[in-house]
Structure formats: C-alpha cells, structure tokens
C-alpha cells in the first residue's frame, strides 16, 4: 500500500520560499505520475503541479514561474519548491500518487490521482 508522507510547510512573509517534501513508500511502479494539490479554506482543492516518472513537468497557470517541482528516485521523494509567496498561496498543500504516466501527459490528474498525503500546511503573511 502506498505511503505518502508530506513536510516542510510552516509560516513565512509575503515574497519568501518554501520548500515541500513528500516521502513515498509502498510504490512498486516504475511508470507514475505524482502531483501537489492544495486546498485553502471554503475552496476547492486544485493541483498545481505534476511530474512523471520520466521527469516530464506540468504547472497549474497560478504557479508556473514561481513553483518547481522535481523527485528524487533515489530517496524516493517528491519536492515543491515554492518562491515569490503571496497570501493567496495560503492553504493546504498534499501531495499524491498515480502507477499512470499518461494522467500526467494528458491533464487528467488535474481532477486527482489515487494515493493522497496527510498535507501540510502552508501560510503566507503579508
């Protein structure tokens, strides 16, 4: 069964970083496709970025430009890096998990992957 564990969010000032950690353990696929969401209060979760097994990256519109996301095989592990912080980026960030490359190339994992994290909480003062 797939374990996804998220870290690093906390409380920053407008304009700081962030760096977001998911530790993935259970997955037996090669060919994946792992994302971040995030959800503030009274909104609907949206993702906003997505990578491939092979490293292939996509962005939510919102974010591109100012968030990277990239793994670590080897550590098994998932990053956001998140920059230019602006209170609007206050919310709960998860991270998830999908043995399917193709939700990943085709849009698709926008509405959501399979496995999910616990989340961890990101906010932003201004």
């Known amino acids: 069964q797939v374990q996804l564990v998220e870290s690093g969010g906390g409380s920053v000032q407008a304009g700081g970083s962030l760096r977001l950690s998911c530790a993935a353990s259970?997955?037996?696929?090669?060919?994946?496709?792992m994302a971040w969401f995030r959800q503030a209060p009274g909104k609907e979760r949206e993702g906003i970025a997505a990578?491939?097994?092979?490293?292939?990256?996509a962005y939510a519109r919102a974010v591109k430009g100012r968030f990277t996301i990239s793994q670590d095989k080897a550590k098994n592990t998932l990053y956001l890096e998140l920059n230019s912080l602006t209170p609007e980026d206050t919310a709960m960030y998860y991270c998830?998990?999908?043995?399917?490359?193709?939700?990943?190339?085709?849009?698709?994992?926008?509405?959501?992957?399979?496995?999910w994290g616990q989340g961890t909480q990101v906010t932003v003062s201004s």
């Open positions: 998830a998990a999908e043995g399917k490359t193709y939700k990943c190339y085709s849009g698709s994992w926008f509405a959501g992957l399979s496995s």
């Open positions: 990578i491939t097994s092979g490293g292939m990256t």
């Open positions: 259970g997955y037996n696929d090669d060919s994946y496709c």
